[in-house]
């Protein structure tokens, strides 16, 4: 198939990128386009006007200090894949980055694009909610910082308004002592998860956050929660559905196998 008719605006700045945006309520941004794309050739998607900015300065940097990292919204998976001061100062961004579909897709697609997507099937999207990060957006009204924990408000939706732009998103470092550890099953390597988990274990804390198991990127408390129970416990606040991948009660085993991997792993069990 082919996409739906749209019109097509290459902004030279965030400013006319802004107003393109608010100048039509159909309208999409298009940064990496490698989750777009494939919907706008499906006709999953029919916006009255792209929005294409690759042409904006300044979206491609990637900072890194040590209390965490800054990726902006042109910075594709693999120049972040390959940054080794992300490595060291977030390995769990690193861990999870190489689990992101296949080397051509990461050439091209975005870590912004993907956490702003929402898909509760990609991986970076909890990766941000569990280590409680934030995108900063752009808009008419000015800019803005949204927390993990407020972004995500339902499937492929996230609560920034139609006429905003995420510029960049950030990462908090790994903090002394933590330990982090990302596993997945999937039908072949880059293909989307059956079912994924990260861990991030600091000192009591122990919280895993899953991929492909609910509608929204969905982290879980298991502080106190012995690893053998850890699976179950988790599935308490999941909601293992079946589709053409897998059953739900293939996916709810899973979760029990992943949890139970990730978290020794990270160095919970001996």
């Known amino acids: 198939m082919k996409p739906?008719?749209?019109?097509?605006?290459?902004?030279e700045s965030l400013t006319d990128a802004v107003a393109a945006l608010a100048a039509d309520p159909g309208a999409k941004v298009l940064a990496g386009g490698q989750s777009l794309v494939p919907l706008l050739s499906m006709r999953l998607a029919a916006p009255s006007t792209l929005v294409d900015i690759n042409a904006l300065p300044g979206l491609a940097a990637i900072e890194v200090t040590d209390d965490g990292i800054r990726v902006g919204a042109l910075a594709r998976h693999a120049d972040v894949l390959a940054d080794e001061g992300v490595r060291r100062v977030q390995p769990l961004v690193s861990m999870a980055l190489s689990h992101v579909a296949h080397a051509t897709i990461r050439n091209r697609g975005t870590t912004v694009g993907s956490l702003v997507h929402a898909d509760a099937a990609a991986e970076m999207p909890v990766v941000l909610a569990l280590l409680e990060g934030s995108v900063d957006v752009i808009g008419p009204s000015g800019t803005r910082t949204i927390s993990a924990g407020e972004l995500y408000v339902g499937p492929l939706e996230t609560s920034l308004a139609h006429d905003e732009i995420a510029t960049s998103a950030y990462f908090p470092a790994l903090a002394p002592g933590a330990r982090v550890a990302f596993e997945e099953i999937a039908r072949r390597h880059g293909d989307y998860a059956l079912v994924g988990a990260a861990a991030l274990v600091d000192g009591d804390s122990v919280r895993v956050g899953y991929v492909s198991v609910s509608d929204v990127p969905t982290v879980v408390d298991l502080s106190g929660v012995p690893i053998e129970e850890a699976g179950d416990v988790a599935l308490q606040h999941l909601d293992p559905a079946d589709d053409i991948h897998a059953t739900a009660a293939y996916r709810a085993q899973l979760?029990?196998?992943?949890?139970a991997r990730v978290l020794r792993a990270a160095g919970e069990a001996p």
């Open 255 to 259: 979760v029990r196998v992943l949890t």
């Open 4 to 11: 739906a008719p749209f019109a097509y605006r290459r902004p």
